[in-house]
C-alpha cells in the first residue's frame, strides 16, 4: 500500500521522461455540467505526459463536442463515435485497444478527479511487478457536495486489498473502480475481449491479479458523484424476492459458468469457480422447494456467501414487505 507521502512526482524532469498515459473516456448522453466538470478536473492534472480519447457510445443523442474542445487544452484528444449504443463494456473495449499510452486510466462522464491523482497513480508503478493501481473515492452528491470522504463510509463491508494473488478475492467482493484505477496496456490487452458477465473494472483487475500485483494508494483520488444514473450501485436494480433471484443467484450462476471458460487454466481459480457453481446450484434449489436437506447443503457451501445465505435460509418464508425493508436499509449503507 502506497501512502501519500511516498508519492511525489519529481516535475524537474521534462515530459518525455515520464510514461504517456491515456485516459479512456465513455460517454453516453451525458449531463453536460457534470461532464465539464469533469473534463476540467482531467485538464487540470498536474502530470503531464497525457493523452485523452474518448468514445461517444450514443450516436442518435451525441455528446457536445465542443465542451471537449473548451475545456481540454493541456493535451491532445481524439473522438471515436459507435455506429450504435453498445454499452460501457464495448466502449471501454474498443478504446482499450486504441490507447497509445504504456499506462491507461478509466474515466466516466460524470466524476472529479483530483489534481494528483495520474501523478500520484504513475508513482505506484515503481515496482515492476505491479499490473494495477487503484485509490480510494470520496462521494459527492449531484450537486458536488461531498457526502463521504471514503467509500468505506456508506458501503460498510468494502475492504481494500492490496499485494499478489488477489484475483479469488476479486471475484468475490471487488475492490477496484474503474474510475479510480490505472492498469499496464499490456495487461489491459491480455483482458480483450472483456469478459460479458462482468463490469469492465472487475474484470481488468482478475486478469492484472493473475499476471503480477495490485497497488492500492490509500487517498481518494476521484470525487465518485452518486445519482440516479450510475451504472453500479450496491443491490442495483433489485426491489423484491424475483429480482433478488435473477440478479443475485440466477445472473451470477450465468457468470460463473461463463468465467469457468475463460479462466479454467488457472487451477486455483478453477476450483474457486467450480465451488461457487455449487453453491450457486443448491441456493437456486433452495429457493424454489425449501427443505432441510438442501438447508444443509447451503451451509456446506457457504464459505463465501455467508450473509447472503443467511439471508436466504428465511427467504422463502419471509414477507415480501419485510424482504423490501431489508433491502432498502442495505442500499442506505445501515446494514
Avoid at 443491490?235 to 424476492?241: A, G, S, V
Amino acid at each position: 500500500m502506497i501512502k501519500e507521502d511516498n508519492c511525489k512526482l519529481d516535475k524537474t524532469n521534462s515530459k518525455k521522461d515520464f510514461p504517456l498515459v491515456s485516459i479512456l473516456l465513455a460517454v453516453y448522453k451525458p449531463n453536460e455540467t457534470w461532464f465539464a466538470e469533469q473534463l476540467i478536473s482531467l485538464n487540470e492534472q498536474t502530470y503531464e505526459n497525457i493523452e485523452l480519447l474518448v468514445y461517444d457510445d450514443c450516436p442518435d443523442v451525441p455528446a457536445d463536442e465542443t465542451l471537449i474542445k473548451k475545456y481540454i487544452t493541456n493535451f491532445s484528444y481524439t473522438i471515436s463515435k459507435g455506429a450504435k449504443n453498445e454499452g460501457s463494456n464495448k466502449a471501454f473495449e474498443y478504446l482499450s485497444n486504441q490507447g497509445n499510452g504504456e499506462l491507461f486510466a478509466y474515466c466516466d462522464q460524470d466524476d472529479i478527479w483530483e489534481k494528483e491523482k495520474i501523478a500520484l497513480m504513475v508513482n505506484g508503478f515503481v515496482d515492476k511487478d505491479v499490473t494495477l493501481v487503484c485509490s480510494d473515492l470520496s462521494i459527492i452528491d449531484a450537486n458536488g457536495k461531498r457526502t463521504a470522504n471514503s467509500i468505506r463510509d456508506i458501503r460498510k463491508r468494502f475492504v481494500y486489498k492490496y499485494g499478489n494473488n488477489l484475483a479469488k478475492d476479486i471475484l468475490i467482493s471487488n475492490f477496484v473502480t474503474g474510475c479510480a484505477m490505472m492498469v499496464k496496456k499490456d495487461i489491459a490487452k491480455k483482458a480483450i475481449p472483456f469478459e460479458e458477465t462482468l463490469i469492465h473494472d472487475q474484470w481488468i483487475a482478475v486478469i492484472s491479479s493473475l499476471n503480477g500485483k495490485i497497488e492500492f494508494i490509500d487517498k481518494p483520488l476521484v470525487r465518485y458523484r452518486q445519482h440516479d444514473f450510475n451504472q453500479t450501485a450496491i443491490l442495483k436494480n433489485i426491489y423484491d424476492k424475483k429480482t433478488y433471484y435473477n440478479i443475485k443467484i440466477e445472473s451470477l450462476l450465468e457468470r460463473y459458468n461463463s468465467l469457468l471458460k475463460r479462466l479454467a487454466y488457472n487451477d486455483e481459480l478453477k476450483g474457486h469457480i467450480n465451488y461457487c457453481i455449487t453453491s450457486l446450484k443448491v441456493r437456486k434449489s433452495y429457493f424454489f422447494n425449501p427443505s432441510f436437506r438442501q438447508l444443509k447443503f447451503m451451509i456446506k457451501y457457504s464459505k463465501f456467501y455467508k450473509l447472503s445465505i443467511l439471508l436466504e435460509i428465511f427467504l422463502p418464508i419471509m414477507p415480501e414487505f419485510v424482504f423490501k425493508y431489508i433491502i432498502k436499509l442495505t442500499k442506505k449503507g445501515i446494514l
